[in-house]
């Protein structure tokens, strides 16, 4: 069996986290993939402190076991949902699109454990100097917002940086990709767009049958241009966004902020998987069927635990 200080130093199962996806991890994916000993985390997103509060005390009445809260610290509510998340007993956060210096003395005065989600070495170190318990190295691989480094690159490479634990997070979806992460130091790994199909799931179908459907090469990163890219899976909203991105002179920054706004919650919640934003990391491809939660973890450590006692034939 897989073991380590993450699942270890917070009760959980496995070392697994549930990326906290926009408009995707509501309580009952949180919940699911609590119960199936990973650690499930509600996105606040942009949800005002009053929402966040309903959805974790929804979540506390479908799982007994830990669970977290992904603090986006570019929403405007962002100081609200650090205060909803103390007031609710809360003990593990992730946060991104941002730095959580300004919460952390008051969050890890609650006795909260802070896993800031990184994409570089530097910032993984000052994540460190100010307090935080490990930090999620996620490469550009993953769905959603993006770095420039790969996976295999940022992550020993942040292991090297920090003496906090590391938890690998992008182009991770199956035990061969746990297993290398292990290799390269990490001690615990996020999984994003495998649970978008789990049954526990409650986006839109439309969205869960288009990551399905993915090969290899579906996805594109819009957004370069804003200084925010994004990895999603290939439609008629991104080759209309990647027409005017790169048509500087006719379309303002304005206008293609204008033109995103809304589009993750017309996919995910509306199913429109055309002119909506289908969020997906590059192994959408190797997602192939709808399973629970459970059935998904307990697949994927049982390979990587294959994989890992079958190294040694490498090795003479």
């Known amino acids: 069996m897989i073991s380590t200080v993450i699942d270890q130093s917070l009760n959980l199962e496995f070392p697994i986290f549930q990326g906290g996806m926009a408009w995707v991890a509501d309580a009952y994916l949180a919940a699911g993939v609590s119960n199936a000993g990973g650690l499930g985390l509600i996105a606040a997103m942009n949800s005002n402190g009053e929402q966040l509060r309903a959805e974790i005390r929804k979540c506390k ?120 992460a292990f290799m390269l130091g990490a001690v615990g790994v996020q999984v994003g767009t495998r649970f978008l199909v789990a049954k526990e799931c409650t986006i839109a179908q439309e969205y869960k049958d288009r990551v399905l459907k993915a090969k290899d090469i579906d996805t594109v ?60 990391g590059q192994v959408a491809a190797m997602v192939k069927k709808e399973q629970t939660a459970r059935e998904m973890i307990e697949e994927m450590f049982e390979q990587a635990e294959e994989v890992l006692n079958g190294a040694t034939k490498w090795v003479k």
């Not at 005017?244 to 998987?273: C, I």
Request: charged share 25%; aromatic share 4%; hydrophobic share 40%.
């Open 61 to 180: 009445e479908l799982t007994d076991k830990p669970f977290g809260v992904n603090v986006m610290l570019a929403s405007p509510y962002a100081d609200e949902a650090a205060q909803v998340v103390i007031d609710e007993g809360i003990k593990i956060i992730t946060t991104g699109a941002g730095n959580p210096g300004k919460y952390m003395e008051k969050w890890t005065e609650a006795g909260i454990k802070v896993i800031p989600v990184v994409a570089s070495v530097a910032l993984a170190r000052k994540m460190e100097k100010s307090g935080a318990y490990a930090v999620i190295a996620e490469g550009g691989e993953s769905g959603g917002h993006v770095g420039d480094l790969t996976t295999m690159a940022l992550v020993p490479q942040v292991v090297d940086a920090v003496s906090i634990p590391v938890i690998a997070a992008g182009g991770i979806c199956d035990g061969r990709q746990i297993a290398a």
């Open 221 to 280: 990163v819009t957004g370069k241009r804003l200084g925010h890219p994004v990895r999603s899976i290939r439609n008629a909203f991104t080759r209309e966004y990647l027409k005017k991105e790169y048509n500087e002179a006719e379309y303002s920054n304005e206008e293609l902020e204008k033109l995103g706004t809304g589009t993750v919650r017309l996919a995910v919640r509306g199913g429109d998987v055309s002119n909506g934003t289908v969020l997906a």
